[in-house]
């Protein structure tokens, strides 16, 4: 019966007409969207789906029940549930010879048999199967949807496919390029679908709220090699477009941005200790468009060679908000500090006294910040005159020198804290 139920839901797959797919992609998920009409009539639409689909899911135009089939695959538990009651052969292993018996199958889970011939029952015997021949399987994925409707529009979320951002970063040029690698881990191809991409942090549960995602099913025209961000409910999303193919268990790289941008170069202590601290290398990048969330590699050229500098993560930034890439140390400038007085003001009141060391051993002038995290309720009493001195806020100090080249820079400061 299941199978002549199979049989009339394929014949019935050949008069369904579907619109054109879309595809927003997720850091993790998707949502695959799309419309689809039964020429003969009303009654069943057999929805195509991944096999990493979350059927709870599925959003549907119109009244209706639905189930999902899940694809099936040849494993000893769906042989033994298809020959359940029947009579296969086994062969029973010892330690001294195999003998293959005739048995019936009385329980798939646990696995229970039958000696045919003396009636013995075995409960998880040691031994294998031998089954006369294959069981049909239906290997495909797939929502059944039952409504009085011809026509419906659907959508549904799939784990397997997402997406990340990789990003360039020329300090000779400052140029920055971004590029997109989007990835289909499951079982389906998709083909001559619109894509788009969503940048943002989404908020989900274990129980997926359907009413989510409605937002996020607008097509999309064409877009060019290198899409613009639309907002969209405080998100970003890049349109690409017709994509002709995406094969199932397979990665592309698409064009995201290639812009100029501000780059200034610092070099910055965090604080340092009484060993010498060498100096984070910091590309601080201005910009005046949104940088989704990823990895950015920084590189440089030098007599006609280019170095790759190093590599950090980003969030997602907003447009006017400066990146701060930590790419690598500077091997000739640092810093260290030591403790060099300690005196009791009051009976929680103290006074101390720090000397501050700055080194830059390279042939070239290199400026350095210095950050300082101190209590929130202390206070600076000296800084020497010189010295560039800010606070940033109220548990962070910080210091700016120029240093020329082979130069070292003593300096001593104090701050007053309560115990």
């Known amino acids: 019966m299941k199978k002549l139920v199979l049989l009339i839901l394929n014949v019935m797959c050949l008069s369904v007409a579907f619109s054109m797919t879309n595809i927003v992609a997720y850091n993790q998920i998707a949502l695959i969207s799309s419309n689809v009409t039964v020429k003969n009539g009303k009654g069943v639409?057999?929805?195509?789906?991944?096999?990493?689909?979350?059927?709870?899911?599925?959003?549907?135009?119109?009244?209706?029940?639905?189930?999902?089939?899940?694809?099936?695959?040849?494993?000893?538990?769906?042989?033994?549930?298809?020959?359940?009651?029947?009579?296969?052969?086994?062969?029973?292993?010892?330690?001294?010879?195999?003998i293959v018996r005739n048995v019936r199958i009385l329980s798939a889970n646990p696995v229970i048999i039958q000696n045919v011939e003396n009636g013995k029952i075995y409960f998880s015997p040691s031994g294998q199967f031998i089954f006369p021949s294959f069981p049909q399987i239906d290997s495909q994925n797939y929502?059944?949807?039952?409504?009085?409707?011809?026509?419906?529009?659907?959508?549904?979320?799939?784990?397997?496919?997402?997406?990340?951002?990789?990003?360039?970063?020329?300090?000779?040029?400052?140029?920055?390029?971004?590029?997109?690698?989007?990835?289909?881990?499951?079982?389906?191809?998709?083909?001559?679908?619109?894509?788009?991409?969503?940048?943002?942090?989404?908020?989900?549960?274990?129980?997926?709220?359907?009413?989510?995602?409605?937002?996020?099913?607008?097509?999309?025209?064409p877009a060019t090699s290198m899409p613009e961000a639309q907002s969209v409910e405080g998100y970003k999303i890049y349109g690409y477009g017709k994509v002709e193919e995406l094969d199932s268990n397979s990665a592309v790289f698409l064009p995201l941005f290639?812009?100029?941008?501000?780059?200034?170069?610092?070099?910055?202590?965090?604080?340092?200790?009484?060993?010498?601290?060498?100096?984070?290398?910091?590309?601080?990048?201005?910009?005046?468009?949104?940088?989704?969330?990823?990895?950015v590699s920084l590189y440089r050229t030098n007599d006609d060679i280019t170095y790759f500098l190093g590599q950090t993560n980003i969030t997602n930034t907003a447009s006017g908000i400066s990146l701060d890439l930590s790419y690598g140390q500077n091997f000739d400038l640092g810093a260290r500090s030591i403790e060099i007085q300690r005196t009791m003001v009051s009976k929680d009141l103290y006074d101390h006294y720090y000397q501050?060391?700055?080194?830059?051993?390279?042939?070239?002038?290199g400026s350095l910040w210095i950050y300082i995290s101190i209590p929130s309720?202390?206070?600076v009493i000296s800084v020497?005159?010189?010295?560039?001195?800010?606070?940033?806020?109220?548990?962070?100090?910080?210091f700016y020198l120029d240093l020329g080249p082979n130069s070292k820079e003593v300096f001593t400061y104090g701050l007053q804290t309560s115990y």
């Open 143 to 221: 929502f059944i949807v039952s409504t009085n409707a011809s026509s419906i529009s659907y959508s549904y979320l799939t784990n397997g496919i997402g997406w990340k951002a990789y990003y360039t970063l020329n300090l000779d040029n400052a140029i920055m390029t971004g590029k997109v690698e989007l990835w289909n881990k499951t079982d389906t191809t998709f083909r001559n679908f619109n894509l788009s991409i969503l940048s943002g942090n989404l908020i989900t549960s274990n129980t997926f709220q359907p009413q989510m995602v409605k937002a996020f099913n607008a097509a999309f025209a």
């Open 45 to 98: 639409f057999i929805i195509p789906a991944t096999n990493g689909t979350m059927p709870e899911s599925l959003v549907i135009s119109a009244n209706g029940t639905y189930e999902y089939h899940s694809a099936e695959s040849y494993t000893l538990d769906y042989f033994l549930k298809k020959f359940l009651g029947t009579t296969v052969q086994f062969e029973f292993t010892s330690e001294s010879t195999n």
């Open 258 to 295: 290639s812009k100029n941008v501000k780059v200034e170069k610092l070099n910055i202590v965090y604080n340092p200790s009484q060993n010498f601290t060498n100096a984070v290398q910091v590309a601080k990048v201005s910009h005046d468009f949104p940088v989704p969330a990823g990895t």
């Open 377 to 379: 309720d202390a206070t």
């Open 356 to 365: 501050v060391t700055a080194i830059n051993s390279s042939s070239t002038p």
């Open 384 to 398: 020497p005159s010189g010295i560039k001195f800010e606070r940033p806020s109220t548990t962070q100090i910080r």
